[in-house]
């Protein structure tokens, strides 16, 4: 048990580092929590940093998740037997997902989790059959909608909203389909804002301008 809630200390602290913050400090010595969406996630640093900071931002994010499910789990695995290794697994990777959301380096004030989320799923899709089908599909309906609207929220409550339903079509466990409910209520909580806007006709579009626009 000490084990597990090490991995799950881990995993949370992991996805706590944010590298948004982290690269507008060392980059442009701002607070990319003050400029554009204030949002610490990858879409704002496009827009505030820069095309290569923003890819930067993306990758790493993809890794604070994947880290814990691909590594992580396999350190705790091999010294406990409590839970399966898909199991835990999930529990490292939620845990991940909670740091990147809510980081304790930000006074519990994250990202948005897509990014970090996908890169649980990666990290699950390796060891699960059929799972690399369901995430393929859910990145063609992302890339498909982004290039349709240009709206990266928009492309992201489709993509989570369209997870389960795929992951039941494409045959997977109930852990999957359960796991899968969470993820996407836990993306499509953290976008109400957004949702809002959409529907408003007021979400912003992505471009890739490298001025900086205070947020006020």
């Known amino acids: 048990m000490m084990q597990i809630l090490l991995g799950i200390l881990s995993s949370y602290l992991i996805g706590s580092i944010p590298t948004a913050y982290i690269l507008g400090r060392l980059l442009k010595g701002i607070d990319i929590r003050k400029f554009g969406s204030g949002n610490v996630g990858a879409t704002n640093a496009l827009r505030v940093l820069g095309k290569k900071a923003g890819i930067l931002v993306l990758l790493l994010d993809v890794l604070k998740g994947f880290i814990p499910v691909f590594f992580i789990v396999n350190l705790v695995f091999s010294t406990t037997a409590l839970v399966s290794e898909e199991t835990l697994g999930v529990i490292l990777g939620i845990s991940g997902i909670c740091g990147h959301n809510w980081t304790i380096f930000l006074n519990f004030k994250g990202g948005k989790g897509v990014a970090t989320t996908f890169g649980v799923l990666i990290g699950l899709a390796v060891k699960t059959v059929g799972l690399a089908y369901v995430v393929g599909v859910a990145v063609a309906i992302w890339i498909s909608v982004f290039l349709v609207s240009r709206i990266v929220s928009l492309s992201s409550i ?59």
């Not at 959409?198 to 912003?204: R, T």
Request: net charge positive; charged share 15%.
């Open 158 to 216: 489709l993509a989570a909203a369209s997870f389960p339903l795929l992951a039941i079509i494409f045959g997977q466990s109930p852990m999957v389909i359960g796991t899968g409910i969470l993820l996407s209520i836990f993306i499509l909580m953290r976008h109400r804002s957004n949702f809002y806007r959409i529907l408003q006709g007021k979400e912003s579009r992505v471009t890739f301008k490298k001025k900086l626009s205070s947020s006020g």
